[in-house]
């Protein structure tokens, strides 16, 4: 399976100001997916990423706060945008490599706090 | 919409002891289905991948069966230990493009 290396780990925002994560992936996928994980809720998606096209996203996200970029089959970015203490979660990535036969790949997760 | 309901939400138990965690989904046209485990504030890490054709899948201490028509799950762990301390999510996959979703997870604590 893939291994995923996301960054940065944890950190600390003021509001208003936005944050990039990204994560690098050691071999070409197709799809990357962005998670938000709230503060003892499960997962939820934000988006499917894929290379050379505008990202998918899902409903209760928008581009202005959550743009994206996915510029070669490694690697991508999420950007939480103009945050607010409600932005306080843990955001992951993950990927499927194998057509279904794999299972998803997650990254280690960034621990967002906003203040 | 597929929705994911994990019994118990919360498990603390002495260490040595067999566990179930159950997993209940409500559309049984899934693709596969992944259990996860998830340390506080960390990453997934993978634990077992069923396919939808298969009944049980087995790695190590963990065994974890699968009843697609009743839309079930169960992930067995045998001798619990104390790093077995953590949340584990379960996650069918469905739909056209076989992305999971995941239950609220089981918080489970072995005490030593």
């Known amino acids: 399976s893939a291994v995923i290396s996301q960054k940065p780990s944890r950190d600390i925002c003021q509001r208003g100001t936005s944050l990039t994560i990204q994560c690098q992936v050691d071999s070409q996928v197709t799809m990357m997916f962005w998670y938000r994980q709230q503060p003892g809720q499960s997962l939820t998606l934000i988006a499917t990423a894929n290379q050379g096209s505008e990202a998918t996203y899902e409903s209760g996200f928008v581009i202005d706060k959550f743009p994206i970029s996915r510029p070669n089959l490694t690697f991508s970015t999420l950007t939480v945008s103009n945050m607010s203490p409600e932005d306080s979660s843990i955001y992951l990535c993950?990927?499927?490599?194998?057509?279904?036969?794999?299972?998803?790949?997650f990254g280690s997760g960034t621990r967002l706090t906003v203040v | 919409k597929q929705e994911v309901t994990q019994i118990p939400a919360a498990l603390s138990v002495p260490e040595g002891e067999n566990l179930v965690l159950n997993c209940s989904f409500t559309d049984s046209a899934i693709y596969n289905l992944q259990w996860f485990r998830q340390d506080p504030g960390k990453g997934l890490t993978s634990l077992l991948l069923i396919q939808s054709s298969q009944r049980e899948q087995t790695s190590g201490r963990l065994n974890a069966s699968l009843d697609k028509s009743s839309g079930r799950s169960t992930l067995y762990i045998a001798a619990s230990q104390p790093g077995d301390s953590a949340t584990y999510l379960c996650?069918?996959?469905?739909?056209?493009?076989?992305?999971?979703?995941f239950g609220r997870g089981t918080s489970l604590i072995v005490h030593p």
């Open positions: 993950s990927v499927e490599t194998g057509q279904g036969e794999s299972g998803y790949t």
């Open positions: 996650a069918p996959a469905s739909g056209g493009s076989y992305i999971p979703t």
